[in-house]
């Protein structure tokens, strides 16, 4: 019954059209979009649409949200979403979003650690994605991110990526797959790129993924995510079979995408 509520709400919101304010916000502040054919360009409208109504946005440390903010936030999330059988991250209620850096309040110790037990000073973080929690992101970052699509670096993919893999219920790099055989062969293939990877960062050897990628299986797919969508070519280069994987579960090609020259804009 709820589902046919939200299926009827959606297709209203979806029904409406694109306003044109939208899509100059994309155009001017997510690059990627210049990238994709008209039939995606036009999914993409329609998964913002209900992206942008139903989750719910707080502005924090100042910041007053604009439509701008939620545009281009909302776009960059739904670009992963593209290919992948969805309900609109059913995991995120609601984002957060700071101007800039921001420190996190210190974690209070708990009841069962004992008194002597440090608790670690917060670090700044620029996003932090909380499993059955709200996603943070600061609005400098997601708006760089936004506009350079190719340097390897993209806030909003790396936080809802892991928003992804949270869907099973675990933050372990492995998002819910089809079947037995892509787990297998998800397991080998990035279990083998995230130990080279921190066989790399350990010896301080620079890889094609940032070294951030080797913190953890989670940490990895995020930055791996990342690195599929903004240089597709240095991972075929170099990793083909993590791209490989990658293409099989977005169900995307950013290597295609990268080599067929933008259409114009509709």
């Avoid at 995991?91 to 957060?96: H, P």
């Avoid at 599929?228 to 070519?233: A, K, L, N, S, V």
């Amino acid at each position: 019954m709820f589902r046919w509520f939200a299926d009827r709400r959606r297709k209203k919101l979806t029904q409406a059209p694109f306003p044109p304010t939208w899509k100059k916000i994309l155009v001017q502040n997510v690059a990627y979009y210049g990238m994709l054919k008209a039939e995606e360009r036009a999914k993409l409208h329609a998964l913002i649409q209900v992206f942008v109504a139903e989750k719910y946005w707080e502005g924090a440390g100042g910041l007053e949200l604009t439509d701008e903010i939620r545009v281009t936030i909302a776009a960059q999330a739904c670009l992963l979403l593209l290919g992948l059988p969805h309900n609109y991250y059913r995991n995120v209620q609601s984002i957060i979003v700071y101007p800039s850096t921001v420190t996190p309040p210190r974690r209070k110790r708990s009841f069962f650690e004992s008194s002597p037990t440090s608790v670690e000073a917060p670090q700044p973080i620029l996003g932090q994605a909380f499993k059955g929690g709200p996603v943070i992101l600061c609005w400098d970052a997601g708006l760089r991110g936004g506009r350079n699509s190719q340097d390897g670096h993209n806030l909003v993919y790396h936080e809802f990526a892991h928003k992804l893999d949270m869907l099973d219920g675990a933050a372990d790099g492995t998002p819910p797959l089809r079947d037995r055989a892509e787990y297998r062969d998800w397991v080998r293939v990035c279990s083998e790129e995230f130990l080279r990877l921190k066989k790399d960062a350990k010896k301080g050897k620079k890889s094609f993924l940032r070294s951030y990628g080797a913190v953890n299986e989670a940490e990895f797919f995020a930055v791996a995510t990342e690195q599929f969508f903004e240089q597709p070519q240095k991972m075929v280069e170099h990793a083909p079979e993590l791209y490989r994987v990658l293409k099989e579960y977005y169900r995307q090609d950013p290597y295609r995408r990268a080599s067929r020259q933008s259409q114009p804009m509709a």
